[in-house]
């Protein structure tokens, strides 16, 4: 049983350089999210989206986009990479009640 | 807008001791409360879902509960054990997203 899969687990990328960031859940759940994880410091949502063709903005989406084609898939663009982008980015989906996590993906931009 | 707080951020305690770990947060207007785990590296891991008409949920040594009125909830550990060490992370979700704390990290000492 698969859950959520996050695919890369470790990037380093030069500033201004651009990359996608994969998540993709076996569950068929409508609802899935993009955080982020600072040092020392919770979770921050970037985007989510509560179904196929449907994104919204969370706290922090200022770098970012998303798009959903399909109900698996939720990628993340990260467009012109900047340092402070450096963190840990975690995907989860749920089906409106309790969230499942990937492992998450760490990137650093340098 | 929502803040989640939890206090302490750091614990230390012999095994075998019960100990508490306290959430709260501003706005009482929340569908539900998340506890997870989180081991250093990883993902989250659920724990403990509390939906917001519930009081408490228990499972094994893990007993949390929800005080909606004053914006509180509290983890209960029995019996600790070195393998409980990690940190733990309160979030409620007030709508379609989900808010975190910055978490306690718990060591328990053999």
């Known amino acids: 049983n698969a859950g959520v899969t996050q695919t890369p687990k470790f990037r380093i990328l030069k500033i201004g350089q651009s990359m996608t960031l994969q998540c993709a859940q076996d569950?068929?759940?409508?609802?899935m999210y993009w955080y982020r994880q600072d040092p020392g410091m919770g979770l921050k949502l970037i985007y989510y989206s509560v179904g196929a063709g449907i994104t919204d903005k969370g706290e922090v989406p200022n770098g970012y986009n998303v798009s959903r084609s399909t109900t698996e898939d939720f990628p993340l663009r990260l467009e012109l990479a900047a340092p402070s982008q450096t963190s840990v980015y975690f995907c989860a989906s749920t089906q409106g009640v309790e969230q499942y996590f990937g492992p998450g993906t760490r990137l650093t931009v340098t | 807008k929502q803040e989640v707080t939890q206090i302490p951020a750091a614990l230390s305690v012999p095994e075998g001791e019960n100990l508490v770990l306290n959430c709260s947060f501003t706005d009482s207007a929340i569908y539900n409360l998340q506890w997870f785990r989180q081991d250093p590296g990883k993902g989250l891991t659920s724990l403990l879902l509390i939906q917001s008409s519930q009081r408490e949920q228990t499972s094994g040594r893990l007993n949390a509960s929800l005080d909606k009125s004053s914006g509180r909830s509290t983890l209960y550990i029995a019996a600790s054990q070195p393998g409980d060490s990690a940190t733990y992370l309160c979030?409620?979700?007030?709508?379609?997203?989900?808010?975190f704390g910055a978490g306690t990290r718990l060591t328990v000492k053999p």
């Open positions: 979030a409620v979700s007030p709508r379609n997203d989900m808010r």
């Open positions: 569950m068929n759940h409508n609802y």
